[in-house]
């Protein structure tokens, strides 16, 4: 798994897919993703109905969006858990925000030596 101590260092200069970014300011793919892109991150919407959140263009897959360093996910644990499996190979930094994890993607990280966070908030680790 992955260090946040050593996260932080370069923080700022990686890219973010948002997966489960929303146009709801109730949920929290509104505000992760508002929250990142507020504080200068470089950060990309992805959901399947949306066309623009937060004046931002919203992409479907996070395979349309170039050079994405970590994934975010802010979706149920059976969609992260696909979308993972759907991007072996191809990424390799995941972030599982609270109640987006499962056992079966912490295995499929383990297994697939994936770098990932689970149980912590990326909003709290942005600071």
Same mark, same amino acid.
């Given at each position: 798994?992955?260090?946040?101590?050593?996260?932080?260092?370069?923080?700022?200069?990686?890219? *973010?897919?948002?997966?489960?970014? %929303?146009?709801?300011?109730?949920?929290?793919?509104?505000?992760?993703?508002?929250? =990142?892109?507020?504080?200068?991150?470089?950060?990309?919407?992805? /959901?399947?109905?949306?066309?623009?959140?937060?004046?931002?263009?919203?992409?479907? %897959?996070?395979?349309?969006?170039? /050079?994405?360093?970590?994934?975010? *996910?802010?979706?149920?644990? %059976?969609?992260?858990?696909?979308?993972?499996?759907? =991007?072996?190979?191809?990424? *390799? /930094?995941?972030? *599982?925000?609270?109640?987006?994890?499962?056992?079966?993607?912490?295995?499929? !990280?383990?297994?697939? /030596?994936?770098? !990932?966070?689970?149980?912590? !908030?990326?909003?709290?680790?942005?600071?």
């Amino acid at each position: 798994m992955f260090e946040l101590n050593t996260f932080k260092d370069d923080f700022k200069s990686k890219v *973010f897919a948002i997966v489960g970014a %929303s146009n709801n300011i109730e949920k929290y793919g509104f505000k992760v993703f508002k929250d =990142l892109k507020d504080k200068g991150f470089k950060v990309y919407p992805v /959901n399947l109905h949306e066309k623009t959140i937060y004046n931002s263009k919203v992409y479907k %897959s996070v395979l349309d969006i170039p /050079n994405v360093d970590w994934v975010v *996910f802010v979706v149920p644990p %059976s969609v992260a858990f696909n979308v993972l499996k759907s =991007l072996k190979g191809k990424i *390799f /930094n995941f972030w *599982f925000q609270p109640g987006s994890e499962s056992e079966e993607s912490k295995v499929f !990280c383990k297994e697939n /030596n994936l770098n !990932c966070v689970f149980n912590s !908030c990326i909003m709290r680790s942005s600071d």
